[in-house]
């Protein structure tokens, strides 16, 4: 059944690249086939890499360490594996899933990111998946702010079946963080989720703010929060490097999932943000629903990235 | 990343700054430059390069102004386009229509729909005294209705009663139903957020769209975007027809390509940006002000252009001899803080200067700004002719007696004489380079303005 899911996955991936990826593609297949790498064929797929988001400085650097390599064979879908695989390369040593340690109980997972990034519902879909491994999961609503966040949450709470921890709107988020790690103790509960609200990274209130959250939180088990998420949006462009920069200082971030993969969107800012931070990639989010949250396959994701075609094998 | 960026550029038009013509070499090294500034500021890869092959075209034919750099002449071929792209002037929502005027909002998930419905209802609510509704036609997201419900509150708009279990194209109907009995100018209808490629979720915004013909259709976009931005407004575009996009998350870092992406692919104008998370933050578009965010530098162009506005040429031929011969007295001071003031202040001066965001948070946190130079000028205004002439007149009765005309204490008195005898010291430098014949460039500008009123 995963494997069916993740051909979807995979299926909507290339659909969604072949529909943004046409003309480019076809632009490289008529320019690969049966001619040696020249500077229009460079140029060619460095436009391919950073019409995916991949950020001029970072495509440049894999294509010109392309460059200087012979390519034999039917070179327009050998071009784009070479590529795939260089970018498998530098994105496999991050795909790295969540472990929750059962040690540490409660296990506490502070979820941060920008507005409107998917924060919410990814707490939904790693709530429904840790549930799924037979842990219990309590959630705290520490998005005070958002009008409605709270119901929200609690719908989400309802469908992977974990205890919501809330207080009432514009209550202190970190006074909340720190009760609901007090219940979730005296309930025995393996995981802590916190869910956060939408924060710019250049608002220094808002930064400092979660600061607080984790100072907070430390009072209750130094070593917490065992895990600190930054959820990027697939759509967002180079903003992204600002985004993992910001809230890395103010909230040692230890790990990314990036949603909305199931636009069109390919998201290749992950690959210059993998070489400047080598941040674990967690998961992604490709949808909506509870289920839609795959890990990070590193080689899947290089190869959607540059329309490559799947090996045979799998 | 940002600051690279404006350092590159400047090298390259510091090189044109010195060669004499405006050369097709030279235009294709600096637009080699803008091409990568574009890409960094998120505009899609498919407009950057029609707009390079447009200014290329337009720049290499344009003869270089006398008074004006080669560099500068690039610049501001560059930064013109980009406002023409942009669409030059700031078009408001079209409300001409039988009330009550239905209006749309469409988008991706997250990116600022609720939040914008409600701001537009406030503005038009309090700003143009419209009677608006609110209904939010968003049965995915959950709690999405309530989320409408409580903006709807915070901004004194009436939302439509929620009925669970309807359908977006029947709660559409009953909005406009309800808002025609009750007398509402606006209904202002939020929908759920879709992946423009999602053919089901499309569908059923067109058949909303067909069942309410809102008069405005509103992509609210994320300025955040990316290179999809092309994809997102094209293709929302093809399926319901836009009438215009809202940006939100302006308040961000981001350099908000998007915004050309957005507007090229769709030809829509950008009506509107989203500043912050609170109702009140909405704002109308300037194309300017978003052109030079996206090119990544200040303005120079515009200083230039300001600064011939505003210094009548006389004015600052007699200000320059004066200049050269040290005799810069405290009218011409009063003068010079006249025109700062006539220019926007000094954060608006500042504003078009590249490489000064510090200087001006700095001044932004003084608060120094149009009333210290009008406080100024009041002080200048309350002495007499002779003392303008020579301060060395000024003893203390003197100054207390100016103090007590402007309304400010007497130290207020001291520092501005101490800001003249800086600035005069200031001034000559200026006139040096108004000897060799240069004029008032932005350089000499900016040295107008003495550093001890930046807080250190
Ligand atoms: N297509 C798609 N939509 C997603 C995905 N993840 C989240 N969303 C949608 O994106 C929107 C915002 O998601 P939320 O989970 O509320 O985001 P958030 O970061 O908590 O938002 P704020 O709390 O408002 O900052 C919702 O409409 C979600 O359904 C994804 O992987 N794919
Ligand atoms: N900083 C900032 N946040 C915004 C802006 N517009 C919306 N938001 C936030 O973005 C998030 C998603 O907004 P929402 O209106 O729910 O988006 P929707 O899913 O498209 O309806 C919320 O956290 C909003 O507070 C804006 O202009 N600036
Ligand atoms: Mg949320
Ligand atoms: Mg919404």
Not at chain 1, 39 to 48: G, H, M, R
Not at chain 2, 188 to 193: E, F, I
């Amino acid at each position: 059944m995963a494997e069916a899911a993740k051909r979807t996955w995979l299926g909507r991936l290339r659909q969604g690249l072949s529909r943004s990826a046409d003309s480019l593609s076809q632009g490289i297949t008529g320019i690969f086939s049966g001619r040696k790498l020249d500077d229009a064929t460079l140029e060619e797929l460095e436009d391919l890499l950073v019409s995916a988001d991949m950020g001029v400085d970072a495509a440049r650097r894999i294509v010109s360490s392309i460059a200087s390599r012979r390519i034999d064979g039917n070179a327009a879908a050998d071009i784009r594996r070479l590529l795939a695989e260089d970018i498998e390369a530098i994105l496999s040593p991050v795909a790295i899933a969540l472990e929750i340690d059962p040690a540490r109980a409660p296990f506490v997972v502070l979820v941060v990111g920008v507005n409107g990034t998917g924060k919410t519902t990814t707490i939904g879909k790693l709530a429904h998946l840790f549930i799924s491994q037979g842990l219990s999961v309590s959630i705290a609503a520490a998005d005070t702010f958002r009008a409605a966040a709270i119901d929200q949450l609690k719908v989400w709470g309802e469908r992977a079946g974990a205890d919501v921890f809330a207080k009432d709107v514009g209550a202190d988020p970190a006074g909340l963080a720190f009760d609901a790690w007090a219940a979730a103790k005296a309930n025995k509960k393996d995981v802590l989720l916190i869910d956060t609200a939408g924060r710019l990274q250049n608002k220094t209130g808002l930064m400092a703010e979660l600061e607080k959250i984790v100072r907070v939180i430390r009072k209750q088990d130094s070593t917490a929060p065992h895990s600190v998420i930054l959820v990027l949006d697939a759509t967002t462009g180079q903003n992204v490097h600002s985004q993992v920069e910001l809230f890395r200082q103010a909230c040692d971030v230890s790990g990314l999932i990036m949603t909305k993969l199931d636009g069109t969107a390919r998201g290749g800012v992950l690959v210059a943000v993998a070489e400047r931070f080598g941040l674990p990639i967690h998961a992604v989010g490709v949808g909506e629903q509870m289920g839609d949250l795959r890990h990070f396959d590193a080689g899947a994701f290089a190869r959607a990235l540059v329309g490559a075609e799947e090996p045979e094998s799998a | 990343m940002f600051d690279a960026l404006q350092e590159r550029l400047g090298a390259v038009f510091g090189r044109l700054t010195d060669r004499g013509a405006l050369k097709e070499s030279d235009v294709a090294e600096a637009l080699r430059e803008v091409r990568v500034a574009l890409l960094e500021a998120d505009v899609s890869l498919s407009v950057v390069k029609d707009f390079i092959a447009r200014v290329q075209e337009k720049a290499v034919g344009e003869e270089v102004l006398r008074s004006v750099t080669p560099g500068q002449m690039v610049i501001k071929v560059v930064h013109d386009h980009l406002v023409e792209m942009l669409g030059a002037e700031s078009v408001g929502l079209n409300l001409r229509a039988n009330p009550p005027v239905p209006i749309l909002i469409v988008g991706l998930q997250g990116s600022g729909k609720t939040t914008t419905a409600a701001k537009i209802a406030m503005r038009l609510q309090e700003r143009d005294k419209k009677k608006v509704y609110l209904a939010s036609l968003d049965v995915y997201r959950p709690a999405a209705q309530e989320q409408l419900r409580v903006l709807g509150e915070q901004a004194g708009v009436p939302t439509l009663p929620i009925i669970a279990g309807q359908m977006p194209i029947d709660i559409a109907r009953r909005a406009m139903q309800a808002a025609k009995l009750q007398g509402f100018d606006i209904v202002v209808l939020d929908t759920a957020g879709r992946l423009h490629v999602d053919g089901a979720l499309m569908n059923e915004v067109a058949a909303i769209r067909d069942a309410v013909t809102p008069s405005e259709t509103l992509l609210v976009a994320d300025a955040l975007t990316g290179q999809d931005a092309v994809n997102v407004a094209g293709e929302f575009h093809k399926h319901i027809g836009l009438t215009g996009i809202a940006l939100t998350r302006i308040d961000g870092d981001g350099r908000g390509g998007a915004a050309l992406s957005m507007r090229a692919v769709t030809g829509c104008p950008i009506k509107l940006l989203g500043t912050g998370e609170k109702l009140d933050a909405l704002e109308d578009f300037h194309p300017s002000r978003i052109a030079s965010r996206i090119l990544g530098m200040g303005d120079i162009v515009s200083l230039v252009e300001k600064a011939q506005e505003t210094i009548d040429a006389d004015d600052a031929a007699r200000l320059e001899k004066k200049f050269l011969k040290g005799q810069f007295d405290l009218n011409d001071m009063a003068a010079q803080f006249r025109q700062m003031r006539r220019m926007g202040g000094m954060s608006g001066l500042m504003a078009l200067l590249p490489g000064v965001a510090k200087a001006k948070k700095q001044i932004a946190e003084s608060q120094l700004d149009d009333r210290l130079l009008r406080r100024q000028e009041a002080i200048i205004g309350s002495m007499t002719a002779k003392e303008r002439l020579d301060i060395r007149v000024l003893n203390g009765s003197r100054r207390r007696r100016i103090a007590g005309g402007a309304g400010v204490e007497i130290q207020d008195v001291n520092r501005l004489l101490k800001q003249y005898k800086q600035i005069s010291t200031m001034m000559k430098k200026v006139g040096k380079l108004g000897k060799k014949g240069k004029g008032l460039s932005p350089e000499s500008l900016r040295n107008l303005i003495p550093p001890q009123q930046f807080p250190q």
